[in-house]
Each structure stands twice: as C-alpha cells, then as structure tokens.
C-alpha cells in the first residue's frame, strides 16, 4: 500500500487559516439568526434592556401571541398560501410550455423567440407603463395582479432549457416518435418525469418569490382582504402599530413600548417559517437541479 502523501507545512497553514475563515464566517452568519430566535422568545423587559445575546432571557411568547392575535394576520397567511401555490404552479407551467419546444434543436424561430425573451431581461417598460397595463386589463384590486404579471421568469426559463438540452437526448424523442408519440405525449410521459431537480428548483424560486411578494401588492391591491402576508407584518412593524387588540393584558405605554421591539423579531420568524419548513424537502433536487442547470451547452 502507497503511504500517504504527507502535507507541506504551507498547505498546513492554508488549511489552519481556511478552516479558521469559514469558522468566523459560519459565527458572522449564524449568530444574527440565534440572536433573532432568542429575542423572539425572551421577555419585552430583557430584549429593551439588552440582555438578550445568545440564549432566550425569561422565555416568554408575547411577541407571538401580540402577532397572532392581530385580526389579519390569519387571512394575510391564507393569501400568501393561496398566491404562492396558486402562482407557483402557474410559474411552473409557463416556464416548462416555453423552455420545452426551445430547448429542441429542430424548432424552427427558437433563436428569434429566445431573443424576444432576453430582451425582457435587459429592457423593461418601467413602473408607470406597467401599472396602466395591468390597470386596462382590470386586474388592479384583483389576485390576478399578483399572479399574472411576473407570470414567467425569463432566468428560470434559460436553466429549465438547460437543463432538457443536457439531460433529455434528442434521440430519445425520435425514440418515442418512432412509436407513435407526439410532443404533447413525450412531454407529459417522459419530460415532466426526468425533469424533477430542476422543477424543484424553479418551483422553489417562484414560491419564494411569492411568498416574499411586497412591492406589487402594494402597488395594485387596496382591498384589505386580498392583502399578502408581508402587507400585513409592514402594518405591524414598519408603522409599529400596537394596538389594544394585540395586546390586551397590557396597554401602558412602557409595555406597548417594550412589546413593539419583541415584535420586530416575531414577525421576521412568523414570515420566514414557512419557506425554511419547505426548503429540506427539496434540497436535494435543489442542489442537484442548479449543478445540471448550470452547464452549458
């Protein structure tokens, strides 16, 4: 047996002085994230007063209870749930329809088409012109704002017909033509199911997106009702609306006061649970879908 190649005492400080950056990077961006949680579940007093470093000080659930007994913050959920499914799927059809028939060799146009779609990367309408569009098509106050207008994302599109061109052949569709398969077939039989990294992926960067989705909502919609999730947590923490409501056993002013920072940490747990509950189940076609949708052709 070769006995093992014995390291340089220069590779032995690379590897001391690389391990000791991703350790300092790992504390730099972990500890914000159990910051947060602790704050999140200490007392209103020990969060003001700065008690509060690395563990929870008087464990206490204020901040949720504060958050979750605000009237809208269940129909906020329930709208992003039903935007975020509802719309992902839609981003999830679009984008396949499109990245199918140009990732084929044999369409003919595919270069003028793909052209079409980068242009929309590279210029864009801006936000006046859009509003008058999505406004004449009477979809402003509307769900269908939030999910018709980004309907399709041109990057998802390129790594989707990436991906089919590295890994569906174009003889396994003469294959299947040979017995009498049409594209519709081929695309519903064989396609979709060789396809599951990458329909992970670009259904976890749509359901993301719509589940982030601030900006629109706040553009087109006026109806409280139809407010996502993240309208809601603006009207609690960024215009630290503390109401009777929310917190019921207290209303002097040092506790709505103390409450209003214990908040701040609730809501960003409250708004990031869902997505960090979703992601473990699709790591692992996460990882490998972005690897296959990376190379080029």
Known sequence: MLSAISESKSDRIFTVLNYTFLVLLLIIILYPLIFIVSAS????????????WLWPVDFSVEGYKAVFNHSKIWSGYANSLFYMVVGTL????LTILAAYP?????????????????????????LIP???????????NTRWALLIPGALAVFNVIITITFF???????LLESAQL????????LWKIVLPLSAPIIAVISLFYAVGHWNQY????????NENLFPLQIILREILIQSEVTSEMIGYATEFEAQT???????YAVIIVASLPVLIIYPFVQKHFVKGVMIGSLKE
């Open 41 to 52: 579940f200490s007392s209103a007093q020990a969060v003001t007063s700065g008690k509060v």
């Open 90 to 93: 839609i981003n999830v059809a």
């Open 102 to 126: 140009l990732s084929r060799k044999g369409f003919r146009g595919r270069n003028i088409f793909m052209f079409l779609f980068v242009f929309t990367m590279i210029f864009d309408g801006g």
């Open 130 to 140: 859009t509003y008058l569009l999505v406004n004449d098509l009477g979809m402003v």
């Open 165 to 171: 061109r590295t890994t569906i052949p174009g003889e």
């Open 179 to 186: 017995d009498g398969c049409n594209d519709f077939k081929f």
């Open 215 to 222: 900006f629109d909502a706040l553009i087109y919609l006026r």
């Open 258 to 264: 103390g409450l209003r920072e214990l908040i701040k």
